[in-house]
């Protein structure tokens, strides 16, 4: 019972409502420091990032395990379903955020130019630390869960769980690796957050 008002309290502590942009929209003078509040946003999420490609505009992290509600120190879960999910499960995220051109074009009539999105005929070995224009910040995070081959989980208590053990059909017989990470879904809530911790960051 102890155990069940615990999760209840954290569960109500927990904000369900996530707001953040979905795209931030950027010129050339502020590239170098939206790409470097990127890099702090997702280093203090957790995620550490491991390829940091200033021309190509792309920043990728490595993978970061969730915490759940029994793990307070790891990254917090941005609504109470992901903390659940993340109890119940072993998870992790990875963050890829891009920096992409954007072509703008003059309508007859209008005083305002129109976004057209990205030009994806442009060849990709593009310098956009030398580009002139309008650029977009989107980020994609991913998550994944871990799964074991064979597992058989009882069903009144967890003690009784018991893997079973898979053989190569040829001798030596020997444990097969029956554990790795599958792709789960995105993380469109996380999305959003670190949007929109850059974009306060940006404003400060």
């Known amino acids: 019972m102890l155990l069940f008002g615990l999760g209840l309290v954290v569960l109500s502590g927990c904000s369900s409502s996530v707001t953040g942009p979905d795209v931030i929209v950027l010129n050339q003078h502020n590239y170098t420091a939206v790409f470097d509040a990127a890099v702090a946003a997702a280093d203090a999420d957790g995620m550490k990032p491991v390829l940091l490609d200033r021309r190509g505009g792309i920043i990728a992290t490595e993978p970061a395990v969730a915490g759940s509600f029994g793990e307070p120190w790891k990254p917090k879960p941005s609504t109470a379903r992901q903390g659940l999910e993340n109890t119940l499960a072993m998870q992790r995220r990875t963050a890829r955020f891009e920096f992409t051109p954007i072509e703008t ?23 956009l630390t030398k580009y002139e224009g309008k650029l977009e910040l989107r980020v994609w995070v991913y998550v994944e869960r871990q799964y074991t081959q064979g597992i058989q989980r009882g069903t009144w208590t967890l003690g009784s769980e018991s893997i079973t053990q898979v053989l190569s059909a040829e001798e030596p017989w020997e444990q097969v690796p029956g554990t790795f990470w599958a792709p789960a879904n995105r993380d469109v809530a996380r999305e959003k957050m670190l949007l929109g911790t850059i974009e306060a960051s940006f404003h400060q």
Request: glycine share 14%.
């Open 105 to 127: 074009i003059p309508v007859l009539g209008m005083d305002n130019d129109v976004l057209i999105g990205p030009n994806l005929i442009t060849p990709t070995g593009q310098d």
